[in-house]
């Protein structure tokens, strides 16, 4: 099965602009949806951005609309989430994952099967 690796994450302030990435080490990764899904304490896991195998449709939820851009590359087994205009309410443990079986971009959580373990971003005011 694939192992996910985020990293990206760190301390940064409001207004800041930061790139998170998420490498696989296995072949389901390049063959399915992978999403973004960001999770702070005390609240329930959010869906941030999904894109499609082929990388031609994404998908986004709404904090991340006009904001954020999720980006794949398939042949380096690789996705990135570009992110801008930060505000302390992006802060949270963010997750990259891979929705074994869709092509499309999805928003369950339950979707998605195989997860990463985090990356944490902290936006300071």
């Known amino acids: 099965q694939d192992q996910l690796e985020e990293s990206g994450g760190e301390l940064v302030q409001a207004g800041d602009s930061l790139r998170l990435s998420c490498a696989s080490s296995?072949?389901?990764?390049?063959?399915?949806?992978v999403g973004w899904f960001r999770q702070a304490p005390g609240k329930e896991r959010e869906f941030v951005a999904s894109?499609?195998?082929?990388?031609?449709?994404?998908y986004y939820g709404d904090p991340a609309k006009g904001r954020f851009t999720i980006a794949r590359d398939t042949a380096k087994n690789t996705m990135s989430l570009q992110m801008s205009k930060l505000t302390p309410e992006d802060t949270g443990l963010y997750l990259c994952?891979?929705?074994?079986?869709?092509?499309?971009?999805?928003?369950?959580?339950?979707?998605?099967?195989?997860w990463g373990q985090g990356t944490q971003v902290t936006v300071s005011s």
């Open positions: 994952a891979v929705a074994t079986g869709r092509s499309e971009p999805v928003t369950l959580a339950r979707l998605y099967k195989i």
């Open positions: 296995g072949r389901q990764f390049s063959a399915y949806t």
């Open positions: 894109i499609s195998t082929s990388g031609a449709n994404a």
